[in-house]
């Protein structure tokens, strides 16, 4: 069974929102992987959010959520595609403990000159189209969880009212987004646009995470808003899909240079590259390492710059 996503909307609330569960998608995302409770519950999270996000933006490509440069996770990458794809990836060093809070993940760490530097939250929007331009947001890892990170950034960046509730097991990834509506959206209003905005938060402020695991969209948005002009649309099918490609780590290799290559091979018979996202195993022999670098024109400029995974 595939993972859904339903967009919903309260029409006389002036609010729309989107619910999402990932059960078979996040099973294969910590199949590849065995991460400690902490980081499974972030990265749950993350995959969650970012597929959220995704799916408001109404775009055609990529969004990619990225945290760097802290401890002792050193990087957590998701990406969510608008056609219904996620991947994602945490790296860390040491014992976690599996209570270890938001906080104590992401660490500002020092760096060579002993300055203690924050690390950084990032949303990239990678358009598919040539025409579209990529852009980034950077968000505050001040937050005590990643949904309240999301919370402080849209309220200090002039973006319409949204908020993310999110909720992790070992079984299940669920989460809860509210938007208000553009005010050109809105039509008649028996309310004013913030009074709606703040019942419909309120009331979703009501969920336990277990609702959130375990209820269906329908259950779960008709115990929170039976009372209210509730619509919802649709599902729209979320699976686990990795977009490394042979190209790909071609290129990769390419990107060591030939040298390295031929002594990878000297030494070991064959460069392997494991996918970090899919774990798939990639191995190149002495021929195709010799077809790869006859190849004349090398278009460097098209590079996929996603570094999916580690050469060996
Ligand atoms: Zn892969």
Same mark, same amino acid.
């Given at each position: 069974?595939?993972?859904?996503?339903?967009? $919903?909307?309260?029409?006389?609330?002036?609010?729309?929102?989107?619910?999402?569960? #990932?059960?078979?998608?996040?099973?294969?995302?910590?199949?590849?992987?065995?991460?400690?409770?902490?980081?499974?519950?972030? #990265?749950?999270?993350?995959?969650?959010?970012?597929?959220?996000?995704?799916?408001? #933006?109404?775009?055609?490509?990529?969004?990619?959520?990225?945290?760097?440069?802290?401890?002792? =996770?050193?990087?957590?990458?998701?990406?969510?595609?608008?056609?219904?794809?996620?991947?994602?990836?945490?790296?860390?060093? *040491?014992?976690?403990?599996?209570?270890?809070?938001?906080?104590?993940?992401?660490?500002? =760490?020092?760096?060579?000159?002993?300055?203690?530097?924050? *690390?950084?939250?990032?949303?990239? =929007? /990678?358009?598919?189209?040539?025409? *579209?331009?990529? %852009?980034?947001?950077?968000?505050?890892? +001040?937050?005590?969880?990643?949904?309240?990170? $999301?919370?402080?950034?849209?309220?200090?960046?002039?973006?319409? !009212?949204?908020?993310?509730?999110?909720?992790?097991?070992?079984?299940?990834?669920?989460?809860?987004?509210?938007?208000?509506?553009?005010? /050109?959206?809105?039509?008649?209003?028996?309310?004013?646009?913030?009074?709606?905005?703040?019942?419909?938060?309120?009331?979703?402020?009501?969920?336990?995470?277990? /609702?959130?695991?375990? #209820?269906?969209?329908?259950?779960?948005?008709?115990?929170?808003?039976?009372?209210?002009?509730?619509?919802? %649309?649709?599902?729209?099918?979320?699976?686990?899909?990795?977009?490394?490609?042979?190209?790909?780590?071609?290129?990769?290799?390419?990107?060591?240079? +030939?040298?390295?290559?031929?002594?990878?091979?000297? +030494?070991?018979?064959?460069?392997? =590259?494991?996918?970090? $996202?899919? !774990?798939?195993? %990639?191995?190149?022999?002495? @021929?195709?390492?010799?077809?790869? $670098?006859? @190849?004349?024109?090398?278009?460097?400029?098209?590079?996929?710059?996603?570094?999916? *995974?580690?050469?060996?």
């Amino acid at each position: 069974m595939s993972d859904t996503l339903h967009r $919903f909307q309260l029409e006389n609330l002036h609010v729309r929102g989107e619910w999402l569960s #990932l059960s078979q998608s996040w099973q294969e995302i910590q199949n590849t992987t065995d991460y400690p409770p902490a980081i499974r519950q972030v #990265l749950g999270e993350a995959l969650v959010a970012i597929s959220l996000l995704a799916d408001s #933006l109404k775009f055609d490509g990529s969004l990619v959520l990225q945290i760097h440069g802290t401890a002792p =996770v050193s990087m957590l990458v998701v990406q969510a595609t608008s056609d219904g794809s996620i991947r994602g990836l945490a790296n860390w060093q *040491g014992e976690i403990s599996s209570d270890a809070s938001f906080k104590e993940l992401f660490q500002p =760490v020092d760096d060579k000159n002993g300055n203690s530097r924050q *690390g950084t939250m990032a949303i990239s =929007v /990678e358009p598919s189209s040539t025409q *579209g331009e990529r %852009y980034q947001s950077l968000v505050s890892l +001040e937050g005590d969880s990643l949904a309240e990170c $999301f919370t402080q950034y849209f309220a200090q960046s002039e973006q319409l !009212n949204t908020r993310l509730w999110l909720a992790v097991d070992d079984k299940t990834a669920s989460g809860l987004m509210l938007q208000s509506l553009p005010s /050109e959206e809105t039509e008649t209003l028996s309310v004013t646009q913030s009074d709606g905005w703040d019942h419909a938060s309120i009331l979703a402020d009501t969920i336990k995470d277990e /609702e959130l695991l375990e #209820l269906p969209a329908q259950e779960l948005l008709h115990r929170l808003y039976h009372e209210e002009d509730l619509r919802i %649309y649709d599902a729209k099918s979320i699976r686990f899909e990795c977009t490394c490609s042979q190209e790909k780590i071609e290129y990769t290799i390419r990107s060591i240079g +030939e040298e390295e290559a031929n002594s990878i091979i000297a +030494e070991q018979g064959s460069v392997t =590259v494991d996918c970090d $996202f899919c !774990n798939t195993n %990639y191995v190149l022999d002495s @021929v195709d390492v010799t077809r790869l $670098f006859s @190849v004349a024109d090398v278009n460097i400029s098209n590079a996929d710059a996603n570094g999916t *995974g580690s050469v060996h």
